[in-house]
């Protein structure tokens, strides 16, 4: 069985370590593939849309993650099955939704209550380790999710608030969704969003962020434009984003997830 794996955990420390511990010494089997411990500390929204972006390559079969602000908390440790047969395990804090509802939605809820399949003493502040990750490798092994705990409604699920763009005529303003490692910048947009209020590629096109204003252009690839030029195009998982042919758009623009960015036309050579 597969678990895949992502946090903001990083790698500095011994959290992802102690936890491909934990899930081999339950379930030796389990073939871990770790998609990333890269995710912003706390940064549950962009956990959220890399695990829905990223799931549709993955192996069917079990998927933790863990980004987990409120840990020590009264929030609900999961597993969810869904409509695809497969299972997630983390927080209940939108942060497994956004995949599940992807892949066809969720069908059936468990609350982790049970403690034979947790490491006990259940620290306040490491329930990757000594929740989710046993949850996952019990999973992994072959353990009935009905076993973990009590039945909890698909409906009662904490959703998360997804920013939602705004059109109008030659302009469009959206959010900061994901600043890559590059720093190129992921905008709650799509290609089909742009084509409605007339961005094309090799349209001109004004980003304005906060104070400042930069012109960009509107193309299929960073090679369309010189070196140093910035631009707007879209990425591997469909999403309209903002880079800088071999430089840092974030760096250079100051955005983080969140801020608002508005992209407008601007006729000329």
Not at 48 to 57: D, F, I, Q, R
Not at 95 to 109: D, F, H
Not at 203 to 224: C, H, K, P, W
């Given at each position: 069985?597969?678990?895949?794996?992502?946090?903001?955990?990083?790698?500095?420390?011994?959290?992802?370590?102690?936890?491909?511990?934990?899930?081999?010494?339950?379930?030796?089997?389990?073939?871990?593939?770790?998609?990333?411990?890269?995710?912003?500390?706390?940064?549950?929204?962009?956990?959220?849309?890399?695990?829905?972006?990223?799931?549709?390559?993955?192996?069917?079969?079990?998927?933790?993650?863990?980004?987990?602000?409120?840990?020590?908390?009264?929030?609900?440790?999961?597993?969810?099955?869904?409509?695809?047969?497969?299972?997630?395990?983390?927080?209940?804090?939108?942060?497994?939704?956004?995949?599940?509802?992807?892949?066809?939605?969720?069908?059936?809820?468990?609350?982790?209550?049970?403690?034979?399949?947790?490491?006990?003493?259940?620290?306040?502040?490491?329930?990757?380790?000594?929740?989710?990750?046993?949850?996952?490798?019990?999973?992994?092994?072959?353990?009935?999710?009905?076993?973990?705990?009590?039945?909890?409604?698909?409906?009662?699920?904490?959703?998360?608030?997804?920013?939602?763009?705004?059109?109008g005529d030659g302009f469009?303003?959206?959010?900061?969704?994901?600043?890559?490692?590059?720093?190129?910048?992921?905008?709650?947009?799509?290609?089909?969003?742009?084509?409605?209020?007339?961005?094309?590629?090799?349209?001109?096109?004004?980003?304005?962020?906060?104070?400042?204003?930069?012109?960009?252009?509107?193309?299929?690839?960073?090679?369309?434009?010189?070196?140093?030029?910035?631009?707007l195009y879209e990425d591997?998982?469909?999403?309209?984003?903002?880079?800088?042919?071999?430089?840092n758009a974030a760096e250079?623009?100051?955005?983080?997830?969140?801020?608002?960015?508005?992209?407008?036309?601007?006729?000329?050579?």
């Amino acid at each position: 069985m597969i678990i895949t794996f992502l946090t903001d955990f990083g790698l500095q420390d011994d959290f992802v370590g102690t936890c491909h511990g934990v899930m081999k010494r339950i379930a030796p089997d389990a073939d871990i593939i770790d998609i990333t411990h890269g995710i912003g500390p706390q940064q549950v929204l962009q956990g959220a849309l890399v695990l829905a972006g990223t799931l549709p390559y993955m192996p069917e079969g079990v998927h933790l993650a863990v980004v987990d602000p409120g840990v020590g908390t009264d929030r609900k440790a999961l597993a969810l099955r869904g409509a695809d047969g497969r299972l997630y395990v983390g927080p209940d804090n939108g942060l497994l939704v956004p995949a599940a509802e992807r892949l066809g939605g969720v069908a059936e809820a468990w609350e982790l209550e049970n403690t034979a399949f947790r490491l006990e003493p259940v620290s306040r502040t490491f329930h990757g380790r000594d929740l989710f990750a046993p949850a996952a490798a019990h999973l992994a092994a072959g353990v009935d999710p009905a076993s973990l705990g009590p039945v909890l409604d698909p409906a009662s699920l904490v959703r998360l608030d997804v920013p939602v763009a705004v059109m109008g005529d030659g302009f469009v303003r959206a959010h900061v969704l994901i600043v890559d490692r590059f720093g190129n910048i992921q905008l709650n947009l799509t290609t089909e969003d742009l084509s409605r209020v007339g961005i094309e590629p090799g349209t001109r096109v004004e980003i304005e962020l906060g104070l400042q204003r930069f012109y960009a252009s509107a193309a299929r690839t960073f090679a369309d434009v010189r070196v140093g030029d910035i631009v707007l195009y879209e990425d591997a998982y469909g999403n309209v984003a903002i880079a800088i042919n071999a430089g840092n758009a974030a760096e250079m623009l100051g955005a983080r997830p969140g801020d608002e960015v508005g992209v407008t036309v601007r006729p000329g050579p």
